[in-house]
């Protein structure tokens, strides 16, 4: 009967350890703080711009070819590439970081009256 109970106690502590590092260490804020900013966060960033590109054209839409002549085709192509690698490097994307302690927002439990 005291091998089941050191067996359970090892189950309780693997569980209580599986919590603590997905609540703590592999969160979503985490990852992308390693995308954006770890040591390979240049392909993060090149991906970004790749994809926002094309992106710049789709908002631009049939307008493309007007805008083109209008502002010249290296402006356009240098503000289409500058938005893609603004938005890549955005400091929106520096979300400050939550401690450690208290990983999500908590809701009050009380109630205050309505007038």
């Known amino acids: 009967m ?3 109970a050191v067996h359970q106690s090892k ?3 693997t569980e209580s350890y599986a919590q ?3 609540d703590h260490v592999i969160t979503l804020q985490n990852i992308g703080n390693e995308l954006l900013h770890g ?3 240049d392909r993060t960033q090149q991906m970004l711009e790749d994809n926002l590109r094309p992106a710049v054209d789709k ?3 049939p307008a493309r070819a007007a805008v083109r002549v209008a502002i010249g085709t290296k402006e356009y192509d240098t503000i289409r590439a500058s938005v893609a690698s603004e938005a890549a490097t ?3 994307s520096h ?3 939550r401690s450690s302690t208290n990983s999500s927002p908590r809701r009050s439990t009380h109630s205050s009256p309505r007038r």
């Open 11 to 13: 189950d309780e502590v």
């Open 95 to 97: 979300s400050p970081t």
């Open 59 to 61: 908002a631009v839409g």
């Open 39 to 41: 040591p390979r966060s």
């Open 2 to 4: 005291a091998a089941g």
């Open 20 to 22: 603590l590092i997905s």
């Open 90 to 92: 955005s400091p929106r």
